[in-house]
């Protein structure tokens, strides 16, 4: 399994969608856990970090599950500004650096 | 002001020649990275830098050296340039405390290209 893998897309949805991205990880022993998003010829920026309780920012919702080493990342009520590259990040087993996904290209359209 | 400054935000030059990108951040962070984004948009971490200290070094070409002067800069030289190191180059930089990572904030990218 490769350290942090991610369904590409391109997801395109309508406004008002709900979306939602999964990723798996490798290394059991992760601690450090985020969503960051890519918008095109931009630099990454962090959208939230993943709580192992999961957690909530306005329309986003990010849940860590351990047990299957997954993370996802819900969107409800898509706007087009959401529109980019959705990034999973997860730490790298020796503990010295995040590991980036490959992203998840979403597309909102009106 | 300006996290994570990085120039030239666009270096064109040619093969063989030698180049480097500096990067500065001004937010106290301990720790600075380099990763490269090929044309398929893949993010690669390709050094990091604790206090003035490499601590992770992944498989890159020895062509690509990187240089602190302090712990606000982390500059990225790279010597006889070939085609495949035309990429962008992105700094970034974040505070780590016990194995934790902390958000990273990326610089603006330094769009390099190979001729």
């Known amino acids: 399994r490769k350290e942090v893998e991610q369904d590409p897309g391109p997801f395109n949805v309508p406004e008002g969608a709900t979306v939602a991205f999964n990723c798996t990880y490798s290394n059991s022993a992760s601690q450090s856990f985020f969503w960051y998003r890519q918008d095109c010829r931009k630099e990454p920026k962090l959208l939230m970090s993943v709580y192992s309780s999961g957690n909530e920012d306005g329309r986003f919702t990010a849940q860590l599950n351990r047990a299957s080493q997954y993370i996802s990342l819900l969107i409800r009520d898509s706007k087009l500004s959401d529109s980019a590259t959705y990034l999973c990040?997860?730490?790298?087993?020796?503990?010295?650096?995040?590991?980036f996904g490959k992203g998840t290209t979403l597309s909102v359209s009106s | 002001d300006t996290a994570v400054s990085q120039t030239p935000k666009y270096l064109v030059t040619q093969m063989g020649n030698d180049k480097s990108i500096k990067c500065e951040q001004n937010?106290?962070?301990?720790?600075m990275y380099w990763y490269k984004q090929d044309s398929k948009k893949f993010l690669k971490i390709m050094f990091s830098y604790n206090n003035k200290e490499l601590i992770i070094n992944e498989t890159v070409p020895n062509r690509f050296s990187p240089k602190s002067p302090d712990k606000a800069h982390l500059n990225l030289h790279i010597n006889s340039l070939e085609l495949g190191d035309s990429a962008v180059y992105f700094c970034?930089?974040?505070?780590?405390?016990?194995?934790?990572?902390?958000?990273?904030?990326f610089g603006p990218g330094t769009r390099l290209t190979v001729t």
């Open positions: 937010l106290g962070h301990d720790t």
């Open positions: 990040v997860v730490n790298n087993q020796a503990g010295t650096a995040l590991i």
């Open positions: 970034a930089s974040s505070e780590t405390s016990g194995g934790l990572f902390y958000e990273q904030y």
